[in-house]
């Protein structure tokens, strides 16, 4: 849901953990510049809160007034931010409704918990393995070694994701011929070909290394 802006330099290639990383920039990053999320089917996902007293996150219900427990997410990356959040989470009990069935004590224990997690967010560091190459064939079989966790991914299928082309209806997409080979070769009687073969016959009819 963040529009990043264009980029003429050099760039790299996610090949493992995209999906956590778009999760993480999704929930952390809500609302700042360059955010839109029109063309969501499902808008409140990225809304996520952590609830100091019970020691999670969770998402709020919809319309209901949030509890002084909850944080944004967002104020969690933010240390100006967060500051602000806390100051209106100490208010008195008689300026804050939500605050007037607990007590300072538990607010400042909510306070402690929320800041420990605040600072945990912010001194995180994403470990990388870098690959440096313009080899797809290198990329391709990397990425198969690695991902040795998660739903399997075929090489087609992975060389179809890192060559596909937003927009390009048209584009030729190897994982969808290859899956329409399968199934002409099993109506055709002759049974189902593991899709490595048919990726590396494909490879060889097209003069490439299988």
Excluded: C
Aim: hydrophobic share 40%; net charge negative; charged share 25%.
């Amino acid at each position: 849901p963040l529009r990043l802006p264009d980029y003429q330099g050099e760039t790299w290639l996610v090949l493992d953990g995209q999906q956590r990383l778009t999760t993480l920039v999704g929930v952390l990053l809500a609302g700042e510049p360059g955010w839109s999320n029109d063309e969501e089917a499902d808008p409140g996902r990225w809304s996520l809160y952590y609830d100091a007293k019970e020691n999670g996150f969770s998402h709020a219900k919809k319309d209901e007034e949030l509890p002084n427990n909850y944080l944004p997410v967002t104020v969690l990356l933010d240390t100006v931010k967060f500051f602000n959040h806390v100051q209106g989470m100490l208010k008195p009990a008689e300026s804050n409704r939500q605050a007037k069935d607990t007590t300072s004590d538990e607010v400042l224990g909510w306070v402690n918990r929320a800041q420990e997690v605040a600072r945990a967010i912010q001194s995180y560091r994403i470990p990388l393995v870098e690959i440096k190459t313009n080899n797809l064939s290198i990329a391709v079989e990397s990425f198969s070694r690695l991902n040795k966790k998660g739903r399997s991914i075929g090489q087609d299928e992975m060389f179809s994701a890192l060559t596909y082309e937003e927009g390009s209806a048209d584009a030729f997409h190897l994982a969808a011929e290859i899956d329409k080979l399968q199934q002409d070769m099993v109506r055709s009687g002759f049974g189902e070909v593991d899709r490595t073969i048919l990726l590396r016959a494909v490879l060889t009819a097209a003069g490439l290394d299988m």
